[in-house]
């Protein structure tokens, strides 16, 4: 508290009401200044100072110092001792400067920018490297994703909430998902996702009947949420021009929810789904917005073949919207799980389904949009 709520300390020389209603009480003149120095001073309580001072005469407080704080154990209320005179006491009391304000927080990134630029550094080149080399290494990347991504979800879905997903039908499934939507396309992905349900259904009647449908219920989720999405990527790998459709794919997501990024923690005020993610805010929606069609404009008009610009906007625009509801959906599942991350594998990113979170909803998205606007390829 500061000083005005104790009420301003006395200044030199007043020991009473007025100096002129002493006299007049005490009568003469030598009385008066004998009152002076026997009438002790109302207790002022002390402003601060360590220890020490406070024990070499400085007044103290007869009781605690608020109204609801007790008394501290061992003390008793004892009369305060009489003050030194105004002259000692002026010289011998220390002066208390004022408590600087707090320096205001600055924004934090919430992250290691650092490893996190790293390591996107070093996956955007094996990615690149692999779709531009052999096709194929490409395709065991994405089977490989898959896989991590499962065995994170399914390992949370275990420890949080005691379900237990098949990860080994799911897995093998996941494999065949990705590998035939490559070489069959749609119709062979949706046979290899059919197959995988029933092989979860299947694999689960080897253990007791107790949560049987809430555990296969969960396969079924995941196999659709992770393997059976990242199946399109694949899709988008078989055409002729596959690789740049991939590489369209991938730098628009990245470009949306790096604006987003950047833009909200810049300028986020108003925050967009507080519930879900209190970090995402409307500006940040805006930059992903923004970012994106100029990316897609730029990516159809130079990099796919036959493409035009407003298409890439159009591209841009689906694209900020579908990874802004990937990363939501994600959040939504790390929020009833009661987890911040859904793995630690990524330095400054966290686990691989803290990356496909807004890549996996994106990936039919930008297939269907470059079908309808340039073909199969």
Not at 242 to 269: C, I, N
């Given at each position: 508290?500061?000083?005005?709520?104790?009420?301003?300390?006395?200044?030199?020389?007043?020991?009473?009401?007025?100096?002129?209603?002493?006299?007049?009480?005490?009568?003469?003149?030598?009385?008066?200044?004998?009152?002076?120095?026997?009438?002790?001073?109302?207790?002022?309580?002390?402003?601060?100072?360590?220890?020490?001072?406070?024990?070499?005469?400085?007044?103290?407080?007869?009781?605690?110092?608020?109204?609801?704080?007790?008394?501290?154990?061992?003390?008793?209320?004892?009369?305060?001792?009489?003050?030194?005179?105004?002259?000692?006491?002026?010289?011998?009391?220390?002066?208390?400067?004022?408590?600087?304000?707090?320096?205001?927080?600055?924004k934090s990134a919430g992250r290691d920018l650092r490893a996190a630029i790293g390591v996107g550094v070093g996956l955007g080149a094996v990615i690149i490297a692999s779709l531009f080399i052999y096709k194929p290494v490409f395709l065991g990347v994405i089977a490989l994703a898959v896989v991590v991504g499962l065995w994170e979800l399914t390992s949370r879905l275990a420890e949080r909430k005691e379900i237990r997903a098949p990860l080994i039908p799911l897995a093998v499934g996941g494999v065949a998902m990705v590998i035939a939507g490559y070489a069959r396309g749609a119709e062979g992905a949706w046979v290899a996702v059919a197959l995988t349900a029933l092989a979860v259904l299947v694999w689960r009647m080897t253990e007791p009947p107790e949560n049987y449908?809430?555990?296969?219920?969960?396969?079924?989720?995941?196999?659709?949420?992770?393997?059976?999405?990242?199946?399109?990527?694949?899709?988008?790998?078989?055409?002729?021009?596959?690789?740049?459709?991939?590489?369209?794919?991938?730098?628009?997501?990245?470009?949306?929810?790096?604006?987003?990024?950047?833009?909200?923690?810049?300028?986020?005020?108003?925050?967009?789904?507080?519930?879900?993610?209190?970090?995402?805010?409307?500006?940040?929606?805006?930059?992903?917005?923004?970012?994106?069609?100029?990316?897609?404009?730029?990516?159809?008009?130079?990099?796919?073949?036959?493409?035009?610009?407003?298409?890439?906007?159009?591209?841009?625009?689906?694209?900020?919207?579908?990874?802004?509801?990937?990363?939501?959906?994600?959040?939504?599942?790390?929020?009833?799980?009661?987890?911040?991350?859904?793995?630690?594998?990524?330095?400054?990113?966290?686990?691989?389904?803290?990356?496909?979170?807004?890549?996996?909803?994106?990936?039919?998205?930008?297939?269907?949009?470059?079908?309808?606007?340039?073909?199969?390829?």
């Amino acid at each position: 508290m500061n000083d005005s709520a104790w009420g301003a300390p006395p200044r030199a020389g007043y020991w009473g009401p007025t100096d002129q209603g002493l006299a007049m009480s005490a009568g003469p003149a030598h009385k008066v200044g004998e009152a002076a120095q026997t009438r002790p001073m109302p207790t002022v309580p002390d402003a601060g100072g360590n220890q020490d001072d406070r024990d070499q005469g400085a007044a103290r407080p007869s009781g605690p110092l608020f109204r609801d704080e007790p008394e501290p154990a061992g003390r008793t209320h004892e009369p305060a001792r009489p003050p030194a005179p105004a002259a000692h006491r002026d010289s011998a009391a220390p002066a208390h400067d004022p408590v600087p304000a707090p320096a205001p927080a600055k924004k934090s990134a919430g992250r290691d920018l650092r490893a996190a630029i790293g390591v996107g550094v070093g996956l955007g080149a094996v990615i690149i490297a692999s779709l531009f080399i052999y096709k194929p290494v490409f395709l065991g990347v994405i089977a490989l994703a898959v896989v991590v991504g499962l065995w994170e979800l399914t390992s949370r879905l275990a420890e949080r909430k005691e379900i237990r997903a098949p990860l080994i039908p799911l897995a093998v499934g996941g494999v065949a998902m990705v590998i035939a939507g490559y070489a069959r396309g749609a119709e062979g992905a949706w046979v290899a996702v059919a197959l995988t349900a029933l092989a979860v259904l299947v694999w689960r009647m080897t253990e007791p009947p107790e949560n049987y449908l809430r555990d296969v219920t969960a396969g079924v989720f995941t196999a659709f949420y992770v393997p059976f999405l990242a199946t399109f990527v694949a899709l988008m790998l078989a055409a002729d021009d596959g690789p740049k459709r991939v590489v369209t794919f991938l730098l628009l997501t990245v470009v949306s929810d790096t604006g987003a990024y950047a833009v909200g923690w810049r300028f986020g005020k108003h925050r967009l789904a507080p519930r879900i993610s209190p970090g995402k805010t409307r500006e940040g929606l805006l930059g992903a917005i923004v970012f994106a069609m100029a990316a897609g404009a730029l990516c159809m008009q130079y990099l796919i073949d036959d493409g035009v610009w407003w298409q890439g906007m159009l591209l841009g625009l689906a694209v900020a919207i579908s990874a802004t509801l990937g990363d939501l959906g994600e959040s939504m599942i790390k929020r009833d799980l009661g987890i911040k991350d859904m793995g630690n594998l990524l330095p400054g990113h966290g686990g691989i389904m803290d990356r496909l979170d807004s890549l996996l909803p994106t990936a039919p998205v930008v297939w269907l949009l470059l079908v309808i606007f340039v073909g199969q390829g």
